[in-house]
């Protein structure tokens, strides 16, 4: 039976104490971790290759790629105008793509805090103006 929308199934929520599951797992893993390691180093070594993968992937993180610092002319008054002017960039090949986009997600993520700069800004106005 399904509760109605906005009905909590568990109104008074978890009780205070009470002990998350994985914090058990990882108290009791705890007391026999190092053997756990050692028995997958073993496996590993004797050619399982999920003991060998599980060694690896903690042993050696993913590789990341990093960009190299760039430079290159951002122009434009408007926020517009300079994300293009970074395409412009990527097509010219002064910029990698990947460099590009971060760039990109960058000014979208200005243009957000702008707005809310904005609608802050009006919202002062209009209440300084109900008060007035």
């Known amino acids: 039976m399904a509760f109605k929308k906005g009905q909590s199934g568990n109104p008074a929520g978890r009780p205070k104490g009470r002990v998350d599951a994985r914090t058990r797992w990882r108290k009791a893993l705890e007391k026999d971790?190092?053997?756990?390691?050692?028995?997958?180093?073993?496996?590993?070594?004797?050619?399982?290759?999920?003991?060998?993968?599980?060694c690896i992937d903690r042993a050696i993180?993913?590789?990341?790629?990093?960009?190299?610092?760039?430079?290159?002319?951002?122009?434009?008054?408007?926020l517009t105008e300079r994300a293009n002017s970074v395409l412009t960039a990527?097509?010219?090949?002064?910029?990698?793509?990947?460099?590009?986009k971060a760039l990109i997600d960058a000014i979208g993520s200005l243009v957000k805090v702008s707005e809310?700069?904005?609608?802050?800004?009006?919202?002062?106005?209009?209440?300084g103006k109900t008060n007035a």
């Open 33 to 54: 971790g190092e053997k756990l390691v050692k028995k997958a180093i073993e496996l590993a070594l004797a050619g399982d290759s999920q003991a060998l993968k599980l």
């Open 116 to 127: 809310i700069d904005d609608i802050t800004r009006r919202l002062a106005e209009l209440e």
């Open 90 to 100: 990527v097509a010219a090949g002064q910029l990698d793509p990947q460099t590009g």
């Open 61 to 78: 993180p993913a590789y990341r790629p990093a960009a190299e610092p760039v430079s290159f002319e951002l122009s434009g008054e408007t």
